[in-house]
């Protein structure tokens, strides 16, 4: 039963909330945005978890190791609860999402349940649960972009911050979660997106990385005024050209010559993408749904080294998907080989309840196999990332510093346009500002230099 709500008290007054976020980027841009709900509803932030009257946690479903994680912690946290009465724990994004009521009834510690298209309602949920009501909200949504919202920076007075422009995913590879936990495919009104990024660099801010799951398919349609992805990347890099503008993550069916152009014709749009492959298999490819083909992928690498020359190319590949031989392996293998990717994200397949793969496949290949295949991959990457930062040495870079080295305070680190950190001794620069790095000497990681 629900109490009316002129007998319950105010609890979100001055309340104080924890967030801890696992998963991408989006997931740390929808932390932000939920910061930005929460605050202006008059909660307070805090850094500490043990000054929470309410945690948060925003999950991730992408893979079972994921969260297997995320379990992990909220067993480690559960004599919070103990400790502190009243104390409330929220379970939010896409294993909310993924789970809905059943986290609730499998794990008495959880009071808040709400999914990534739910969080303008996070501060009614906090009530309810406050009130001694368990809260669930799971509605995905055709519309919400959360593009009203100013999101909370975690990091004020940072260098970087991420913009999130689109949200779900229309595309359905067969391995993946995403469309089922985030729902359909929407854009975000360019205008908001732009403010955002003006905001930023007005506050500091010298890099801002437009976030969507499939950024090439961005498309804004109000009627009379229509903007894709070139046109938003082309405004936002417009906006100064201090400020340096990224993006991800691209799908290679939708990575167009148009966008590339207008790539080269900025300084300030960095010289990288992210262009997951997944596999270098045909049959593999297809029976993941991807929409390409081996041969279209080398294509679009292709296209992307004639327009762009100086561009690092990064990718995504997952070993052992459903019926994957040694011979597809050897392909994926030689696919990488031939791109010489700069870096990689590399996973074993893990199957995902409910998508197609789950469905309509078998996950046939032995755990030990996928894990042996796995090493290979990163061997190989290993070796291809350390040649990518060879080629770099004699060459001037401008770097964006970020700060002081993890190492030591002698050093400054910060990345290149091609997305790779570069670490050199302080000379009177810092974070926030640009510096020209001639590059000497390299591990498989970073560049190492001197400022010139
Ligand atoms: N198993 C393993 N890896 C996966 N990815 C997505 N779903 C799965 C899965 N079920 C990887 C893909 C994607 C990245 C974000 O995570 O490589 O590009
Ligand atoms: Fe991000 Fe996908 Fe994980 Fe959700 S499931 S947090 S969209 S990686």
């Given amino acids: 039963m629900k109490l009316p709500a002129f007998i319950l008290p105010k609890p979100n007054m001055l309340k104080t909330v924890y967030i801890e976020t696992y998963g991408c980027q989006m997931n740390m841009a929808d932390s932000e945005v939920v910061a930005s709900i929460l605050n202006k509803n008059g909660f307070k932030l805090c850094k500490d978890i043990n000054d929470a009257d309410i945690i948060l946690i925003n999950t991730c479903s992408i893979r079972e190791n994921a969260e297997k994680k ?62 001694g009501h368990r809260s669930v909200n799971v509605l995905l949504s055709l519309e919400e972009t959360y593009g009203d919202i100013m999101p909370v920076r975690t990091d004020p007075g940072g ?130 749904n991807r929409g390409y083909t081996r041969e279209s992928y080398m294509e679009r690498i292709k296209a992307i080294r004639s327009i762009l020359p100086e561009c690092a190319v990064s990718t995504d590949m997952i070993t052992g998907f459903c019926t994957e031989t040694d011979a597809d392996h050897e392909e994926s293998l030689a696919l990488m080989e031939w791109a010489e ?7 074993r397949y893990s199957e995902r309840p409910g998508t197609k793969a789950a469905r309509k496949l078998k996950d046939d290949v032995p755990e030990e196999v996928k894990k042996k295949r796995l090493d290979e991959i990163i061997a190989l990457q290993n070796k291809l990332s350390a040649r990518s930062k060879r080629k770099d040495i004699g060459r001037i870079f401008e770097v964006l510093i970020e700060g002081f080295s993890k190492r030591s305070d002698n050093y400054l680190s910060g990345r290149t346009s091609q997305n790779k950190v570069a670490v050199f001794p302080v000379k009177d620069k810092k974070a926030g500002e640009y510096a020209s790095v001639r590059i000497e000497i390299c591990t498989s990681a970073t560049l190492l230099g001197t400022i010139v």
């Fill in 70 to 131: 995320v379990w992990g912690r909220l067993k480690s946290i559960s004599h919070l609860k103990k400790k502190k009465n009243g104390l409330i724990i929220g379970l939010i994004g896409c294993m909310a999402e993924r789970l809905k009521e059943k986290v609730i009834e499998a794990d008495h510690l959880i009071d808040i349940v709400a999914g990534p298209d739910t969080y303008r309602e996070l501060p009614s949920m906090i009530s309810d649960a406050s009130g």
């Fill in 159 to 288: 260098v970087s911050a991420f913009i999130s422009i689109m949200r779900g995913c229309n595309n359905m590879c067969a391995y993946c979660v995403v469309p089922y936990v985030r729902g359909a495919e929407r854009s975000r009104d360019p205008e908001s997106i732009l403010r955002e990024a003006s905001k930023l660099f007005e506050a500091g801010y010298k890099e801002v990385t437009l976030l969507g799951q499939n950024v090439n398919s961005y498309f804004w349609d109000s009627g009379n005024k229509k903007v894709n992805f070139a046109q938003l990347l082309e405004r936002t890099a417009l906006i100064d050209p201090l400020l340096r503008v990224r993006f991800s993550t691209s799908h290679p069916k939708d990575l167009s010559d148009d966008l590339l152009h207008t790539m080269a014709g900025y300084e300030n749009i960095c010289r990288h993408i992210h262009l997951p492959a997944q596999s270098g298999s045909n049959r593999i490819l297809q029976l993941m």
């Fill in 341 to 347: 990717f700069d870096f990689s994200y590399m996973f």
